[in-house]
């Protein structure tokens, strides 16, 4: 480590890790021993999801519900019913 807390990878694990100039690290400072790995970008979050297509598009939120937990009996009012 250098005296300003720089760090050399080999060049061997950056390439099996596809470690390129530029690629951002995040360190676990609550791990044990050093550990680091690559941080997501934030275009990967962009992508998420997009060719994902919608199982229940004839059914609302409810009735989804409904099908994939099966339906839930709420307890009866007690009390003031009447009352607005």
């Known amino acids: 480590m250098t005296s300003k807390g720089q760090i050399t990878i080999p060049i061997k694990l950056r390439n099996k890790l596809g470690l390129k100039t530029g690629t951002v690290l995040e360190f676990d400072e609550n791990a044990p021993h050093l550990s ?16 994902t297509k919608d199982s229940f598009p004839e059914l609302t939120v409810p009735e989804l519900l409904d099908e994939l937990r099966g339906p839930v009996e709420l307890p009866k009012k007690t009390g003031d019913e009447n009352r607005d």
Do not use: M, P, T, Y
């Open 36 to 51: 680091a790995k690559r941080a997501l970008e934030w275009s990967s979050f962009d992508e998420f999801g997009k060719d």
